[in-house]
């Protein structure tokens, strides 16, 4: 399971409204480069699931280049989502996909990562990765089931 927080947005019209603002060009830089990154580790991901924001989902489509047998699928629940959000919208995923990550916003994204394992981030910064391995029957189990620390990844690291 990988928590990846949304590239970096753009604040450059006033207008939009938090919810369609797209990536900015450091976010349009760094979205595919940490997709790039986690396609040659070998990551394999059959269900890609983004908040419908602009940004989010945005961020979500450079990771279905690298993954393209990846479903991808949009939940308004995890714009603005508190861990509990993502602990009810994890346990409603197909059994059928094995391996999966979750595009969404801070605060809720660092919020959920701190509460999965013993390994405490003070931020997920933007494109930031927290990945967690688990093993359960069910999806429905997440939330009870281990979760041991992967890693924690982010764009500066490839500076």
């Known amino acids: 399971m990988l928590i990846i927080r949304h590239a970096k947005s753009s604040w450059d019209n006033p207008l939009l409204t938090d919810f369609f603002r797209p990536l ?3 976010g349009l830089r760094d979205a595919p480069a940490m997709a790039a990154k986690i ?5 394999a991901l059959d269900l890609l ?5 602009k940004r989010a989902y945005a961020t979500c489509q450079f990771f279905s280049e690298q993954f393209p047998k990846a479903k991808v699928e949009a939940d308004s629940r995890l714009y603005e989502a508190l ?6 919208i994890i ?6 996909y094995s391996s999966v990550a979750v595009f969404a916003h801070n605060t809720g994204v660092t919020d959920f990562a701190n509460q999965l394992t013993n ?3 003070d931020v997920v910064p933007t ?3 927290f990945a967690v391995k688990i093993k359960v ?3 429905k189990d997440f939330q009870k089931g281990k979760k041991v620390f992967w890693f924690f990844d982010y764009p500066k690291n490839l500076l």
């Open 24 to 26: 900015n060009k450091r």
């Open 39 to 43: 396609a040659e580790h070998n990551i």
């Open 49 to 53: 699931l983004t908040s419908d924001a």
């Open 83 to 88: 861990p509990k959000n993502f602990y009810e």
């Open 91 to 96: 346990a409603g995923i197909s059994n059928q």
């Open 119 to 121: 390994v405490h981030v």
């Open 127 to 129: 494109c930031g990765i």
């Open 137 to 139: 029957d069910s999806w």
